[in-house]
Structure formats: structure tokens, C-alpha cells
């Protein structure tokens, strides 16, 4: 019986050594299970993150196109704004030699005016002057022509007293 007692007591050593081998290896299985759910988790919670962050990242590299396109038309716009900006300063060039030329045309029109007036002023004096000349001209042919009538009237007079007389005598 003592042989079967250390027999059994053997058995039961070895089966709790054994079992508590299982509990143990129960035990590393438990707690790797817990880390795999804590990996999955946080794997689960990166897919999770990841997937606002692939938004981003797709929405990142569509505003960085939309910027190159940006940056080309805004490119394009300075080449066209360049072109402008040559044509308005060759516009500017030709309006100023354009306004110079006017303003020494406008200078020589001015000075040909002076002379002008200068010229009308001189023609105006020997007007006036020659209109003075021709007034009295004119007085003295009326003058005359009143003498000349007032002689003619003597003239006949004194041929109707001729003509009386020669009648009386």
C-alpha cells in the first residue's frame, strides 16, 4: 500500500507538476493572447488612423498638383503680364516722342502765330493809316467838288445874267 501511496503520490506530483506546467503555459498563452489583442488593437487603431492619413496624404498630393498647375499659371501669367508690361512701356515711348514731336509742332505753330499777329497788327496800322489818308482824301475831293458846284452854280449864273444882257443890249 505504501508502494502504491508513493506510486500515486508520485503520479499526483508528477500530475501537478504537469498541471501547473498547462497552468503555466495556460498562463503565457493568456497573457500573448492579451499582447495579440493589444497588437491588434493598435494595429486596428492605425488602420483607423492610417485612414484619415491616406486622406490627407491624397488630399496633400492633390493640393501639391494644384499648386504645379498654380505655379505654372502663374508662370504663364508673369510671361503675359511681362508682355504687358513691354508693350505698355513701348506704348509710353512712342506716346512721349509722340507728345515731344507735338509739343515742338505746337512751339513752331505758336511762333508762326506771333508772326502773324505781328504781321496783322502792321497791316492794320498802315490800314488805319491809309484809311485817315482816304478820309481826307475824300474831304478834300468833296471839298473840291463842293467848290466846283458851288462854281458851276456862279458859272450859271452869271451866264443867265450874260444871256440877260445880251438880251438887254
Known sequence: IEADVSEMRNELQSRDSLWRKIQLECQQLHTELIKIKEYKDIQ????????????????????????????ESQEHQEEELNKIRNHVYQEEQSHCSEKERMKTEI?????????????????????????????????????????????????QVIKSENTHLKEMV
Open 44 to 71: 486596428e487603431s492605425q488602420i483607423k488612423h492610417q485612414s484619415p492619413c491616406v486622406q490627407l496624404t491624397e488630399q496633400l498630393e492633390n493640393k501639391n498638383t494644384e499648386l504645379l498647375l498654380f505655379a
Open 107 to 155: 512751339s513752331d505753330l505758336t511762333e508762326e502765330l506771333h508772326q502773324k499777329e505781328i504781321t496783322i497788327a502792321t497791316i492794320m496800322e498802315k490800314a488805319s493809316l491809309l484809311e485817315r489818308q482816304l478820309k481826307m482824301e475824300l474831304e478834300t475831293k468833296h471839298k473840291l467838288l463842293t467848290k466846283q458846284q458851288l462854281l458851276e452854280f456862279r458859272y
